[in-house]
């Protein structure tokens, strides 16, 4: 406004000034700005990034439509409301709140008998756009319309279900008495008897409940008499005289407190005992559906798993997930930041693997207490890429061609010296491939370029597309690229069994690109496409020793039994490794930082395990078994996490049935205040590549899941993993990939996991 005196810094502080939001409080910006509180709202507001820049005034200038700024301000208080609703029930926001209700800022009841107690805004569903906000007295317990329409319009969603009930569990102290004052009824100054009998009942039940809590009240004893309106004799009901003896009086027929003994005894304890029945089932869905919070340990809830553990145990898992909320620790992301800004990718049989080992190990042991890091050797292949290139013939370009970029796949050998010129034929399966057969495949190169649908189902292309086209006679295959992008240059390379032919990958727009030139061709005259590809990919068999890292907290009682936590420390020469696998290594260094630093060290040792050569041939998992083999039956539990670590959900676990229930049980108790407490079959997704031959030899084991971070899928969903392998062996799996405060989540709800096993 042109007025200085309305004018504000801060959009937050703007909005809550309005007149009408007064019922709202101002929410912290670190709590805005921190991503796990806003985890599925992008999919409730329309314009969502636009309307987070706005709240967090981070919108930027570039010129907008009115129209598209009107929606976009509409959006930003939208999101404001549910963020606020997520918001006023952290310790902050409830005693935000609980001022507010102090100072009567949300009204006060009308009702005469509340004597004006103040009340606070409550929703009828946590659903948008279901219910205009309410409010709630908590001395008649009862809710009312606000008085104004100003603030009748509030979504009641933005304030939530159980705001006045969390306010008094957290200050109990302060909750005001329920009123026991009520209006009666009466004509003449006498108490209309339908209404009378349930009063009087009522008030019967109240003083037997205080007779038996020792209350003394200052009611009247003795007999009450009530009076109707006047009625004749004939118009009574005959039900009547069994419980009220009649006299009459003035024209009126007085009714006295005077029940036959036999009758309402048994009516009376029919009446407390189904009142008590639904009280009881009242409190059951009021515990299990009302007072249950999910970010909350109530040990009212606890199993029998649960109840049966160490309290001290339980005193330092509390700790350790506490340690999730810690926004400071930001350790595990600045690690690996530092790490992969100096030395780069971690391609197996690189120095750059054998310099970031050691900076691993050298980290751990000087600034990590309780942490003892070595490496154990590890014979390995080396690949390396070379130079390479692909031109795809185009006689309409100035150039005469086209430059497509490429990546050769892992393990592929080499075209000749002076490259492979030939046409390309595309598929779309090994079906079609091996219909086309010799007599169209022989002397071309195969394009396999499929409809990506997961990536279980089209990674045998890349696995096993060299060799099959070999058996026809191609001379090489270039493969569309695995991933759930459709369009732009994303180029994801990857690990191919060896085959006779080289093999390469190109962005799913390239692969589309020839095969509609192909299809041209086959319905005209026009050439068909054609492509030299040069690739000088050299593979040197065990060339060198490398390493595994290994980082053990030793156990306080039973040191030779072993938790295992785990990534894999390799990646391709693309990249710098950030996500696949950079991340998971780090989450489990992190969690056993945390264990090592809980004051309380668990039973069994927990070994962090950062495997070489995952990508390829997991001769780091062989390796180890092989080392290890002897004491493989010490190895109590195995975690490895590979599929990128983003907001925590929980793992995957191959075990007894037992050890699932049990970790079930822990899951639903405790590590749920992360949103990390589920727990999933291998059906769904396995446990992990390199911990595979632990599981195959009677080793318990798990993998850790996340949620995708884009659309809230959780593992076995639609599109779980479509945002991990967005970004998987490309040139973006970088630092920007990694949340910092997920990670450290994450690494929490690991040090939890990985606590209560090793500390069974």
Not at 39 to 52: P, R
Not at 565 to 580: E, K, N, P, Q, R
Request: hydrophobic share 40%; charged share 25%.
């Amino acid at each position: 406004t042109d007025s200085e005196s309305d004018y504000y810094k801060y959009w937050i502080d703007w909005f809550v000034s309005l007149e009408g939001n007064e019922y709202f409080c101002a929410v912290d910006e670190e709590y805005v700005t921190d991503r796990f509180n806003l985890t599925n709202l992008n999919t409730e507001v329309l314009h969502y990034q636009k309307a987070l820049e706005l709240i967090t005034d981070n919108l930027s200038n570039k010129p907008m439509t009115n129209e598209l700024r009107e929606q976009v301000e509409k959006s930003a208080m939208h999101l404001y409301g549910l963020v606020h609703a997520r918001y006023i029930m952290t310790a902050r926001g409830l005693s935000k709140m609980y001022e507010k209700y102090k100072h009567g800022e949300f009204g006060l009841c009308p009702r005469y008998h509340c004597s004006q107690h103040p009340l606070i805004p409550v929703g009828l569903s946590d659903v948008a756009f279901k219910e205009k906000v309410k409010l709630y007295c908590p001395r008649c317990e009862d809710i009312y319309c606000p008085k104004s329409r100003k603030h009748a319009r509030l979504d009641g969603a933005y304030f939530g279900t159980g705001l006045p009930h969390m306010i008094f569990l957290n200050y109990s102290a302060n909750r005001p008495a329920p009123s026991e004052q009520r209006y009666v009824p009466r004509i003449f100054g006498f108490k209309i008897h339908e209404v009378a009998e349930l009063h009087r009942w009522q008030d019967e039940q109240r003083e037997e409940q205080k007779k038996r809590l020792g209350i003394t009240s200052s009611a009247h004893q003795g007999h009450a008499t009530y009076l109707t309106a006047e009625v004749s004799s004939k118009d009574a009901k005959p039900d009547m005289d069994d419980y009220y003896p009649q006299t009459e009086s003035k024209g009126y027929t007085l009714l006295q407190l005077q029940r036959r003994p036999d009758v309402m005894t048994v009516r009376t304890r029919m009446i407390v005992f189904l009142a008590g029945m639904m009280l009881m089932a009242g409190a059951v869905v009021y515990i299990r559906f009302v007072m249950y919070d999910p970010r909350v340990i109530d040990p009212s809830t606890f199993s029998a798993t649960t109840l049966g553990t160490s309290p001290d145990t339980l005193e330092t898992v509390d700790k350790l997930l506490r340690a999730g909320f810690d926004q400071n620790n930001t350790v595990a992301w600045d690690r690996l930041a530092e790490m992969t800004d100096m030395y780069g990718h971690r391609m197996t049989g690189s120095q750059a693997y054998d310099h970031s080992a050691e900076w691993v190990v050298k980290t751990a042991n000087s600034q990590d207490a309780n942490l003892t890091a070595y490496t154990e050797p590890v014979w390995v292949n080396q690949w390396t890429r070379g130079s390479e290139s692909l031109r795809l013939f185009a006689p309409t370009r100035d150039t005469g061609f086209i430059q497509i970029p490429l990546l050769g796949l892992g393990n592929s050998v080499a075209t000749p010296r002076d490259g492979i010129d030939a046409n390309v034929v595309p598929v779309h399966s090994f079906d079609e491939l091996h219909e086309l057969g010799h007599a169209r495949i022989a002397g071309n190169v195969v394009l396999y370029n499929f409809h990506y649908s997961t990536y279980d189902a089209v990674v045998r292309f890349r696995t096993r597309g060299a060799v099959e086209a070999a058996k026809h006679g191609a001379l090489a295959v270039l493969v569309r690229s695995i991933t759930p992008d459709s369009e732009f240059h994303s180029i994801h390379t990857g690990s191919s069994t060896r085959a006779s032919i080289p093999a390469a990958a190109i962005s799913p727009a390239d692969a589309n690109m020839i095969e509609r030139m192909h299809k041209r061709a086959q319905a005209s005259d026009q050439l068909p496409p054609r492509v030299k590809l040069v690739m000088n990919a050299r593979l040197t068999e065990s060339a060198k020793q490398s390493a595994n890292v290994i980082i053990d907290v030793r156990g306080s009682t039973a040191p030779e039994e072993i938790v295992l936590l785990s990534g894999h420390f390799d990646s391709w020469d693309i990249g710098v490794g950030a996500m696949d696998d950079g991340a998971g290594a780090f989450l489990a260094w992190e969690a056993a930082r945390l264990i090592a630093l809980s004051g309380r060290l668990p039973r069994r040792t927990i070994r962090v395990v950062m495997w070489n050569n995952e990508e390829t041939l997991q001769r780091g998992a062989k390796a180890y078994f092989k080392q290890h083999e002897h004491e493989i039956r010490n190895h109590k539990f195995a975690i490895e996490s590979d599929i990128g670590v983003f907001e925590p959900w929980g793992l995957t676990v191959k075990a007894d049935p037992i050890m699932v229930t049990n970790l079930k049980n822990y899951g639903a108790d405790l590590i749920k205040i992360l949103g990390a407490g589920n727990i999933t079959s291998p059906e769904v997704e396995g446990p992990g590549q390199d911990i595979a031959v632990l599981c195959e030899n009677g080793v318990p084991c798990a993998g850790f899941l996340s949620v995708n971070p884009e659309n809230g899928a959780v593992p076995g969903g639609p599109h779980w993993e479509d945002h991990y392998f967005r970004y998987h062996h490309t040139n973006n799996d970088r630092m920007e990939v990694i949340d910092k405060h997920q990670l450290r989540r994450s690494a929490a709800a690991l040090a939890a996991w990985a606590y209560l096993i090793a500390d069974l």
